[in-house]
């Protein structure tokens, strides 16, 4: 077969129109399977209902107290974005979000197809796993819808900037790169890009070095320094806009601060942080190894095998071990990029980014470098095709697996807040007492209940702000550290915190919920809504038992000396 030209690793003959119109219509029925892949593992988002973390702190305000909130955080915008995300009804800013992050994994799918030095099938499973790595389920929470439009900005800012490529159109290609940057600027707004940018530099140097063969490595530079210098000096525009206008002021003049120390620090930990992510994504992927998951994973592989085998495409010709190091390198620059600002900012160390609850949405971009990575690695396997596809498959059902398993845990912490929402409303034991210790039997899956949501609850029910809750004995600190800025955001507005003794003890006797009794609730929430109230009724304890101020001392003291846990409170609280 004579050989013309080489595209994304495969080889065209002279029949090189009727091979480009075979893998036109293979990147269609692979941007199928994405969706599909997509759907299977996020499509409860599209379900799921409940407030959780800092949602609370937003939910409950007017739109003066959100133009003051993001102001004082040098964000003024997050009150528009947060407004209109809240105006949806009925949590529906989660199917913002479902799409949106949907178009991220189809944009991240074509960036990579549109490189050269990447298979096509391999831009396919690198995107598969991108969307389903275990990481960032925090997605489902108000609070981190803005990451999501952020991160769509930034990739649309990346395709728009391939397109223009094959613009001849002089003022049609200057509208397209002056859309590209105003995408990425505005992506900025999630300050983690500003290191990712690092990516579209090396994208845009990679193609100067293929355009300007003749000229050598110094010429090549000047180049892409003279053409590309608005791509260049865009984050630095921003920084310096955002430091010079959008500054943070009061109690946040040094939130996500970034100093010589921290760049420093994170210079020197940032290694450690990145090695023990890996591992903490390795766990989650392990915690999904179930005997029923198993099985269920052998039948779609075996499936899966056979149809590969008959196969052409899926055939791929093996490039050298240096080919796929190239890649594996390549992964490990994108996943470092997505980890390092969260490792001068958040710290980073020997303990990771943490790729669950809220502090999951740090781990927002590692998920691309990882999916390169992996894909790369089983490349390098001495083993054939159709086995490194299956070992492929069995990562992404274990990714779909986690965050199905992750969406009804936030399910079940909304289902925890709403019985005690109930009690709030069919209850006023409270009389004159303002400040209640919480004590739940079951606790939250994914640490939701907060003490800002109970204190959320209880505005919402009853109208009052004059109440503080402590979620639980951890929440003791706050005796000492709390800070009086932040009762609007604490929906306690007219509580005084100068006595933040305990005057009882709210006992909530919940019971924990599995999977299926979960999605039995559900389904009443959304079809029998009768049924929904009077499960939610009846299947908590909840009493208040008033404290005296000895006791309330005496509490303290234990918690300070750590001798206080459940069952000694407990204990005080009978013998009282």
Aim: net charge negative; glycine share 4%.
């Amino acid at each position: 077969m004579n050989t013309d030209t080489v595209d994304n690793g495969y080889a065209f003959s002279s029949d090189h129109n009727n091979n480009r119109a075979m893998y036109a219509k293979t990147e269609i029925k692979e941007i199928i399977y994405l969706v599909l892949i997509y759907f299977f593992a996020h499509f409860l988002l599209l379900i799921i209902s409940g407030q959780w973390w800092d949602d609370w702190t937003v939910r409950t305000m007017d739109f003066a107290e959100l133009k003051q909130h993001f102001a004082a955080h040098g964000a003024p915008w997050g009150a528009y974005v947060n407004a209109a995300l809240m105006w949806i009804p009925n949590g529906g800013y989660r199917t913002v979000v479902f799409f949106v992050y949907l178009c991220i994994g189809l944009m991240f799918y074509y960036i990579l197809v549109n490189l050269d030095f990447i298979h096509r099938e391999d831009a396919f499973w690198m995107s598969a796993i991108a969307i389903t790595v275990p990481i960032n389920d925090a997605r489902t929470t108000l609070i981190c819808a803005g990451y999501a439009i952020s991160l769509m900005l930034f990739f649309l800012s990346f395709v728009v900037l391939i397109l223009s490529k094959d613009i001849q159109q002089r003022i049609k290609k200057t509208a397209f790169r002056f859309f590209s940057l105003l995408c990425l600027f505005c992506s900025y707004i999630m300050e983690s890009l500003l290191v990712f940018t690092l990516l579209i530099w090396a994208y845009l140097f990679y193609c100067v070095c293929r355009e300007y063969t003749e000229l050598n490595s110094v010429e090549r530079i000047k180049k892409f320094l003279f053409s590309y210098w608005d791509f260049l000096i865009l984050p630095f525009v921003f920084f310096a806009v955002k430091e010079l206008i959008f500054s943070p002021v009061g109690r946040y003049v040094s939130y996500n601060d970034v100093t010589i120390k921290s760049v420093l620090k994170g210079v020197v930990f940032s290694p450690i942080c990145a090695i023990t992510t890996v591992a903490n994504v390795v766990i989650a992927y392990r915690n999904q190894v179930k005997l029923w998951s198993c099985v269920f994973i052998i039948m779609i592989v075996l499936f899966f095998i056979i149809k590969c085998r008959n196969k052409e495409y899926s055939s791929i010709e093996k490039n050298s071990f240096r080919h796929y190091v190239i890649n594996l390198i390549i992964g490990i620059i994108v996943y470092y990029a997505g980890l390092f600002a969260y490792a001068v900012v958040r710290g980073g160390g020997k303990q990771g980014l943490a790729i669950t609850g809220v502090q999951g949405r740090d781990s927002i971009l590692i998920g691309f470098g990882i999916g390169i990575m992996i894909i790369a690695i089983v490349r390098m396997t001495p083993i054939k095709i159709p086995l490194q596809n299956t070992i492929l498959v069995f990562l992404i059902l274990l990714g779909v697996l986690h965050f199905n398993e992750w969406y009804l845990n936030y399910q079940e912490d909304w289902y925890y807040q709403k019985q005690v929402e109930s009690y709030f409303e069919n209850n006023d034991d409270f009389g004159n007492d303002n400040t209640i210790l919480c004590d739940f039997s079951t606790l939250s899956p994914i640490d939701g209940t907060r003490f800002y949501t109970i204190n959320a609850l209880s505005k919402t029910t009853t109208g009052k702000e004059d109440i503080f809750y402590y979620s639980g004995i951890k929440d003791l600190k706050y005796k000492e550290e709390f800070d009086p800025y932040f009762l609007f955001a604490y929906n306690c507005n007219k509580y005084d915190p100068a006595d933040m003794s305990i005057d009882g003890v709210l006992i909530i006797n919940n019971v924990t919920l599995n999977n299926d009794e979960v999605l039995r609730i559900k389904y009443d929430e959304l079809f029998r809504s009768s049924m929904f109230d009077d499960d939610i009724q009846n299947r908590t304890d909840i009493q208040y038992l008033r404290v005296d101020k000895e006791t309330s001392d005496r509490i303290f003291d234990l918690y300070y000396k750590n001798e206080l846990s459940q069952d000694v409170l407990h204990g005080m609280l009978i013998s009282n």
